[in-house]
């Protein structure tokens, strides 16, 4: 359950690095919050692999469904889908799929003794960083 929620977060950074590097000038104000957000993500792996413990347990791969995620980024970028509206669209999709993520962890009873509280305040600010991309997302296609 933790290494999940460490790969997801892997897949998180590594998804808004991606749209970090092909982000035109117009949708530059999106550089600063999705830096914010890759490194909220950073913090969450190193305190999740602290709970894991062990170096050799600790998951320091992307999981498959956040490779594909990527790739489709990639797609949509060579076809012409740039645009703000589409940049936030795809980074909601992420996003509703990490704070799925963490929902399902919090609802678990497997998680080991102390990390309830350390995953349900990265979830608030999951949740937070959800918010805000869908609030970006909503006023550009009005």
């Known amino acids: 359950m933790i290494n999940e929620l ?4 892997n897949d998180r950074v590594a998804g808004f ?3 970090i590097a092909d982000i035109n000038d117009e949708n ?10 890759a490194q909220q993500s950073r913090k969450n792996g190193q305190e999740l692999a602290a709970i894991v413990g062990s170096v050799e347990e600790v998951e320091t791969d992307n999981s498959v469904a ?9 797609v949509k970028a060579l076809f012409g889908g740039s645009d ?3 940049i936030l669209s795809e980074a909601e999709r992420g996003e509703d799929a990490i704070k799925k ?5 919090l609802e678990s009873t497997d998680l080991p003794v102390g990390s309830v509280d350390v995953i349900r305040s990265q979830a ?3 949740n937070a960083a959800h918010d805000r991309i ?9």
């Open 124 to 126: 608030q600010g999951i």
């Open 66 to 74: 956040g490779t594909l995620h990527r790739a489709w980024i990639d």
């Open 28 to 37: 530059i104000d999106l550089k600063a919050i999705f830096q914010e957000y």
């Open 6 to 9: 460490i790969e997801l977060n």
């Open 84 to 86: 703000r509206a589409s």
């Open 101 to 105: 993520a963490y929902k399902e962890a």
């Open 17 to 19: 690095e991606k749209v």
């Open 134 to 142: 869908k609030a970006l997302r909503d006023a550009a296609k009005a």
